[in-house]
């Protein structure tokens, strides 16, 4: 029988924050921070098997594998309530596709960035870390990402995000961010990775550029979906491909510890 994580919340609290049962969480779990648009991989998971209290999610089998999907809304207040339930079930990957705003100057609207880390501006991590651990992506989801990418065709920039909980401070630290190369700037990165880390999971993320940080045009208009709706639904894919590798790769493991075990 799958267990449960032993963490800060009880059974009935993760029922009561996610709307399901915790064991019935897959081992995969896909969270898109792109609004309150629906996720393209809604359209390969069953509906009838929904959940969710404050934002909807699904679970289903995609080409063999159990993920749930799970579209989350931007709202920054809601990483907690949404990442420590979610990390205190069977889940042991975590993936997320968001969008953010370019602080690279050579970066294109629609560009595909992979954060191998975020500078945590946020308030939440320092809660559960101590401010000398950063928040880093697992190497090995990282790795799947990026070699899903170029697999089919498409290069991604890769760098260190900034996660911040202000819209209206990014002025007065842009010009920081950018001597220290920093690359995109969202706002949740940071917590994934973060939460991901304390609670011994694995995590990556998969960014499209929305707009840019400018001190010219700021605050900015922000942006038009429809102009990056196809990148989305391209990350989906890219997502959804890293998952099915990644579920192989831990079968061959665990294949591997069986037959050592058995000699």
């Known amino acids: 029988m799958r267990k449960l994580v032993e963490g800060i919340i009880s059974t009935a609290g993760i029922r009561r924050a996610l709307g399901v049962d915790p064991l019935d969480f897959p081992k995969f779990a896909i969270i898109y921070y792109i609004g309150k648009r629906i996720p393209p991989l809604f359209g390969f998971v069953d509906s009838s098997n929904s959940f969710g209290t404050f934002f909807e999610g699904r679970i289903g089998n995609v080409n063999g594998v159990r993920i749930a999907v799970i579209g989350n809304t931007r709202l920054t207040g809601y990483h907690e309530n949404l990442l420590v339930p979610l990390l205190n079930t069977p889940v042991e990957y975590v993936l997320t596709i968001g969008l953010g705003g370019a602080i690279a100057s050579n970066f294109e609207i ?9 500078v945590r501006g946020d308030g939440l991590t320092y ?3 101590s401010e000398k651990i950063p928040a880093v992506g697992s190497l090995e989801v ?3 990402i ?10 991604p920039h890769t760098g260190v995000f900034y996660t911040t909980e202000s819209k209206y ?3 007065e630290m842009f010009s920081k961010l950018k001597q ?45 979906y429809e102009s990056i709706e196809e990148r989305v ?7 959804l491909s890293t998952v099915c590798d990644l579920d192989k790769q831990r079968e061959q493991k665990q294949k591997k510890k069986k037959k050592i075990t058995i000699n």
């Open 142 to 144: 990282l790795a799947k």
């Open 169 to 171: 401070k990014e002025l």
């Open 110 to 118: 629609g560009d595909l960035v992979i954060p191998s880390a975020s």
């Open 127 to 129: 809660y559960y870390l």
């Open 233 to 239: 639904n391209i990350a989906s894919e890219i997502i």
């Open 180 to 224: 220290d190369g920093l690359i995109m700037i969202e706002k949740e990165v940071a917590p994934i990775y973060g939460l991901a880390h304390a609670f011994r999971k694995k995590a990556g993320a998969l960014h499209i550029v929305s707009d840019r940080v400018s001190m010219n045009d700021f605050p900015s208009e922000g942006f038009s």
């Open 146 to 155: 990026y070699n899903t990418c170029i697999e089919k065709g498409i290069v």
